[in-house]
């Protein structure tokens, strides 16, 4: 059973820095990918970051540069760092596990990123 636990959102002024972290269980990393997507009030669930096991890490043009994620394979657990963050960051994150073979997505419960300007 596949379960996804995001926690380190939060309230941050412009210009700071926030790091997510997705506990996961019941996945394997290799051959299917992890991720991170956001929603901000009122708009569709978007891409930030997604990565597969030892390929590259695509990330969405507005967070290039500043967003970094990273896995913990022992841990079982995916990254997100943010930093120089913009109060267009602001939403919800949700950790993001996809199986290609049978084009399954699963998702955390979200966590509230909020920027203040």
């Known amino acids: 059973q596949v379960r996804l636990v995001e926690s380190g959102g939060g309230l941050v002024q412009a210009g700071g820095s926030l790091r997510l972290s997705c506990a996961a269980s019941?996945?394997?990393?290799?051959?299917?990918?992890m991720g991170w997507y956001r929603q901000a009030p009122g708009k569709q669930r978007e891409l930030v970051a997604r990565i597969r096991f030892s390929g590259p890490t695509n990330y969405a043009d507005s967070v290039k540069g500043r967003f970094t994620l990273s896995t913990d394979i022992a841990k079982n657990t995916v990254y997100l760092q943010m930093t120089s963050l913009k109060p267009e960051d602001t939403g919800v994150y949700y950790c993001?596990?996809?199986?290609?073979?049978?084009?399954?997505?699963?998702w955390g419960q979200g966590t509230q990123v909020t920027v203040s300007s």
């Open positions: 993001n596990y996809h199986i290609p073979w049978g084009d399954v997505d699963y």
């Open positions: 019941g996945i394997i990393f290799s051959g299917n990918d």
